[in-house]
């Protein structure tokens, strides 16, 4: 029995043993595993910090010099200017300042040159405006980008901006303006094709409401409209009368694209029909073209009963949740004649 209890003791010493061999293994191994580790995963004090350079330094701009457009041809505000600045990066200038290329006069303007540091270098120059406006007949070329950034192009003497023609008391369109094939919506009244189905299906979805909207008057010619324009001086005086009639050539019924309905009258304003049109037109692609308290910069009145076409894209970005804005604060162009 003694060798027995001999073996049982030596075979208990060798599993501690092995135990034993066996944690070191398994502490080796996750000091290892953990050295990998730590090797391979950068710390915070490995980590590359980048030198910050602090760049006061201001670009440089050379080549300003005064500007004279004359309505002949495009007005190049920046390929004459020399820019450089001492990093690679990109350059960003911008004319600052308000000029109307149909307006003549001198207009002090400001060339802002900026960095990616936003350093900035300002140059004054002086846009001299010298053209012949206000004559509807003169058909005249050019492109220029509003205040707003939007190009404005015109073409023959017609004024666009993102393809939609622009008519009022700063943009006319020539006494020949032909709009084109024409057809007829009601009553003996012609507009574009475009703007039967939206106007007819606005006529349609308001009916179902029970209101009654129709077309009193849409296109006019440059002769229809000077007829017009003529009687209301005769009756009111010229000053009056400009507040809500267009001289001939800077009408939006010339284009087509107009619709005057119901009453045109001060009195079509709060009926239901002229409350329904303020907040629908859009979904059809037209637009309350003058807005209540927007009179000074339409230069016209208030005129609930005079849609303008210009598409549901354009319409809803101009509607505004009823408040009306108008082409000339979206686009960034002025309506004045040129007295």
């Known amino acids: 029995m003694p060798n027995g209890i001999f073996y049982m003791k030596g075979r208990s010493i060798m599993n501690k043993k092995r135990l034993a061999i066996l944690i070191i293994g398994v502490v080796l191994f996750l000091i290892l595993v953990i050295g990998l580790v730590l090797h391979f995963v950068p710390n915070s004090d490995d980590k590359k910090v980048g030198a910050f350079v602090n760049d006061t330094e201001k670009p440089t701009l050379n080549g300003v010099q005064d500007l004279t457009f004359d309505g002949k041809t495009d007005l190049d505000f920046y390929s004459h200017l020399q820019m450089s600045d001492n990093s690679n990066e990109k350059l960003d200038i911008t004319v600052t300042g308000d000029y109307d290329l149909t307006v003549n006069g001198e207009y ?62 700063s943009y006319s369109i020539p006494k020949d303006y032909n709009p084109g094939k024409m057809v007829y919506l009601e009553k003996s009244q012609m507009v574009l094709p475009e703007v039967v189905d939206p106007f007819k299906q606005l006529v349609s979805d308001s009916s179902q409401l029970g209101l009654n909207i129709y077309n009193a008057t849409c296109y006019r ?117 040129n007295k």
Not at 241 to 252: D, K, L
Request: aromatic share 14%; proline share 3%.
């Open 108 to 169: 002090n303007l400001l060339y802002v040159l900026k960095d990616a540091s936003g350093n900035t270098e300002e140059q004054e120059f002086v846009l001299t405006v010298d053209i012949e406006k206000g004559n509807p007949t003169k058909k005249v070329s050019y492109k220029t980008v509003t205040p707003k950034g939007y190009t404005l192009e015109v073409i023959d003497g017609i004024a666009y901006i993102e393809g939609h023609i622009i008519v009022n008391k």
């Open 221 to 337: 010619s440059y002769g229809f409209q000077n007829t017009l324009y003529t009687n209301y001086i005769k009756r009111d005086g010229k000053e009056a009368a400009e507040t809500y009639s267009a001289r001939p050539g800077y009408s939006e019924h010339h284009t087509g694209l107009a619709i005057d309905v119901n009453s045109v009258s001060n009195a079509f304003a709060g009926t239901p029909e002229s409350v329904w049109l303020n907040d629908n037109c859009h979904r059809y692609g037209f637009i309350i073209r003058y807005p209540k308290g927007k009179e000074d910069i339409t230069g016209y009145q208030y005129e609930p009963w005079h849609l303008r076409y210009v598409g549901e894209e354009l319409a809803a970005k101009l509607y505004n949740n009823g408040d009306w804005i108008t082409m000339e604060e979206y686009f960034g162009f002025t309506s004045d004649y």
